[in-house]
């Protein structure tokens, strides 16, 4: 069983920025690929980026057009952590980020892809 904890969400200014992390314990964290979904209350949870480890120092990423340019993901496979760097923060990013990871290397904007979640770090962006 994969157990993740999500960590660094807070209360900023538009124009501010967050890192946050997802930690990751249970399984083998390197074989799964990450992502971060954001959901607001009556909402469908959307996809924000994926990661997936390739070997070495290769990674795949993708991102929501809502975030290319100023959200970026990153994994650390040692400490089995996948961290979200929110740049340019506007109050439409306001949600609760939640971390998925997804058994095997084939990635996925889908949330009922992933097999793991967390249980959330709130953002709120004001204006």
């Known amino acids: 069983q994969v157990q993740l904890v999500e960590s660094g969400g807070g209360l900023v200014q538009a124009g501010d920025s967050l890192r946050l992390s997802c930690a990751a314990s249970?399984?083998?964290?390197?074989?799964?690929?990450m992502a971060w979904f954001r959901q607001v209350p009556g909402k469908e949870r959307d996809f924000v980026a994926s990661?997936?480890?390739?070997?070495?120092?290769?990674?795949?990423?993708d991102y929501a057009d809502s975030a290319k340019g100023r959200f970026t993901i990153s994994r650390d496979n040692a400490k089995n952590t996948v961290y979200l760097q929110l740049t340019s923060l506007k109050p439409e990013d306001t949600a609760g980020y939640y971390c998925?990871?997804?058994?095997?290397?084939?990635?996925?904007?889908?949330?009922?892809?992933?097999?793991?979640w967390g249980q959330g770090t709130q953002v709120t962006v004001s204006s």
């Open positions: 249970g399984g083998t964290f390197s074989s799964y690929s």
């Open positions: 998925a990871a997804k058994i095997g290397r084939i990635m996925s904007t889908t949330a009922t892809s992933y097999d793991y």
């Open positions: 990661i997936r480890w390739n070997g070495g120092r290769t990674y795949s990423t």
